[in-house]
């Protein structure tokens, strides 16, 4: 194993190889075609050698390296947005099953990307139907009035939320839906039929009947989700297509022989790299956070040597995992159909990534001539206030490169030394910070570069602030514009009548979206900065509770809003929280008096 890192001790790659003299040299030899390898080279300070006795080891090693530190340089997987997920959250309570397009969150059970969200909400529809599972939002059960909902009545849900079912039996009622998720369909179906049978035999006949309906509903949603191929097995299918920097991998999970679904996947910084090392990848990565993993996986014949694979999946599942390219017979057709979706997914993909370049090449020229600018906006910087009354004032700055935003430049700043509401001020103050760092030489990966274009939300008082501020540090001049919000009017310095855009130009689209997005993070972190400044004001009157307790508070609950509404148990569960002094807190804010 080794790790490139940089001057300041970050990862930047993580790799293995057998003779690792010719691997690293590799990388600063001149032709290399591996995507960023000239970049990866200037960047590399220091070499990390770790030595396995096996490649399972290395592979294991890799994986855990790679989830830690999410060194840049290695390929990435990229999960398709475009399609929806079920997620079993887990870490509450009482868990709920949702509909989201997100798959970040810990201690969230994911299943899919689907092929379309009208069929998962179908699919939660009748799940929610013979589960019963809470349809509630949010972490705890219930509404604030502890009266329970419309669904308890119509036989939709258990209500947790009033004690009707204990942590324990609907803890039993979430694994039955997970069960049914990754593919177990006969066992609720046993379960709805003998109860169907009992009931009927008792002569409560209402509710058999009501069993019986359930049986039919997960009987058809169990027909509609698959596929039969009886012969085939519980298998997974992997297929693969590689253009340029970018692949595209499909999963066929197929359980007792169903399909169950399609999942879709891109992968990043796959340039140079064979099959076997983008299979690999992938494989480490998705079986590293999927909720099971099959006895079997199926693979495209590119891949060879699967020995120290099957040992690494083996070691996940807990049993045997074989993992082979077949070469005749149904499963062979079913690597072949992958590989085709994997084919189109990545046509698709990159036909999307080229309409969006092409957007936002157009967006640039736009703004260039439109401007009147001396070269392109690459790298555009947008900065945003935002207060309330004056207090909490803070700015955001958000940059975009070549039309995308760079997430990692974003800045925030917090505005000291105002009275009162002053937004040309606050405006003026986070601009001269900004340029002041570029002027000093500091080492922010963010600062030290020099902006194309500067656009500040506001209008003329707004761009003559930063004007101001950049003059002052007498640095080498560059583009400064404001955009107003009512009318989307652009103010350029020098011309006393605002340039007005066409609403549906892709130069003020642009415009619109870093300016929104300079708005978004101004406000969520004004809203931090508000949250926190409540908090110390609330524990000020409170008795008892000094600097530690207050971190302590802080730490469990996180919101001003979750401590407000904490019952008196929840108080007392707060580590470091005497029972006494939680008890004291509990009265003091719900004016209650000592208990």
Not at 98 to 116: D, I, K, Q, S
Not at 471 to 481: K, N, T, Y
Not at 505 to 524: K, M, T, Y
């Amino acid at each position: 194993m080794y790790l490139f890192r940089d001057g300041d001790g970050d990862v930047l790659y993580v790799g293995k190889a057998k003779s690792l003299r010719s691997r690293v040299r590799s990388y600063f030899q001149r032709g290399d075609t591996r995507f960023g390898s000239a970049q990866l080279a200037g960047r590399i300070a220091d070499v990390e050698v770790i030595v396995t006795r096996t490649e399972a080891e290395a592979l294991h090693l890799e994986q855990n390296l790679v989830k830690r530190h999410r060194p840049p340089f290695n390929i990435r997987l990229r999960d398709d947005k475009s399609f929806p997920y079920i997620a079993v959250t887990l870490d509450d309570e009482y868990p709920r099953v949702m509909f989201t397009r997100e798959r970040h969150r810990r201690g969230v059970l994911y299943f899919g990307p689907y092929a379309n969200a009208k069929k998962i909400r179908e699919t939660l529809d009748v799940l929610n139907r013979v589960f019963r599972f809470r349809p509630c939002e949010g972490p705890r059960p219930g509404r604030h009035s502890g009266i329970p909902c419309l669904d308890f009545h119509i036989d939709r849900c258990f209500a947790p939320c009033i004690g009707a079912i204990s942590q324990e039996d609907y803890g039993e009622v979430i694994a039955g839906v997970v069960g049914f998720l990754s593919g177990d369909t006969q066992t609720i179906q046993r379960q709805l039929e003998a109860r169907m049978r009992e009931a009927a035999a008792d002569e409560r006949f209402e509710e058999a009947a009501r069993y019986r309906n359930r049986l039919f509903s997960i009987r058809h949603l169990a027909d509609r989700q698959a596929t039969e191929r009886r012969e085939v097995g519980t298998v997974d299918v992997i297929g693969l297509a590689i253009g340029g920097d970018t692949a595209a991998v499909q999963v066929f999970p197929l359980r007792d022989g169903k399909m169950i679904d399609r999942y879709g996947f891109h992968l990043e910084n796959v340039a140079g790299e064979d099959a076997v090392s983008i299979l690999e990848a992938f494989l480490l990565e998705y079986y590293g956070s999927a909720p099971s993993v099959p006895p079997e996986v199926l693979i495209p014949p590119e891949m060879a040597e699967t020995e120290a694979l099957s040992e690494v999946l083996s070691t996940r599942r807990g049993s045997r995992v074989v993992v082979r390219a077949p070469l005749r017979g149904e499963k062979r057709r079913l690597v072949e159909l992958a590989v085709e979706n994997a084919q189109v997914a990545l046509d698709a993909d990159a036909a999307i990534r080229e309409a969006a370049r092409s957007k936002r090449i157009a967006a640039l020229e736009e703004l260039r001539e439109v401007l009147n600018l001396e070269s392109l906006p690459l790298r555009i910087e947008c900065f945003d206030v935002s207060n309330i009354q004056g207090e909490s004032i803070v700015a955001s700055m958000t940059v975009f490169v070549d039309g995308k935003p760079r997430t990692a430049h974003y800045r925030t700043f917090s505005i000291r030394g105002l009275n009162g509401q002053d937004d040309v001020g606050a405006m003026r103050e986070a601009v001269s910070r900004r340029f002041a760092r570029l002027r000093s030489g500091e080492g922010d990966e963010s600062f030290s570069r020099m902006p194309n274009l500067v656009v500040v939300d506001g209008g003329k008082g707004q761009l003559a602030a930063a004007l101001a501020a950049i003059e002052e540090l007498g640095l080498p001049r560059v583009a400064v514009i404001s955009l107003a919000k009512r009318e989307e009017e652009v103010f350029v310095p020098g011309f006393p009548v605002p340039i007005v855009l066409d609403r549906a130009s892709p130069g003020l689209q642009l415009l619109q979206r870093i300016r929104d997005e300079a708005h978004r993070v101004a406000l969520r972190y004004h809203r931090r900065k508000r949250s926190a400044r409540s908090m110390e004001t609330i524990f000020e009157d409170l008795p008892g509770v000094g600097p530690v307790r207050r971190r302590a508070i802080i730490r469990h609950f996180g919101s001003v809003e979750r401590f407000l509404e904490a019952s008196q148990e929840e108080l007392e569960g707060v580590p470091g929280l005497p029972q006494k002094t939680a008890r004291t807190l509990y009265a003091q804010l719900h004016k209650a008096g000592p208990s």
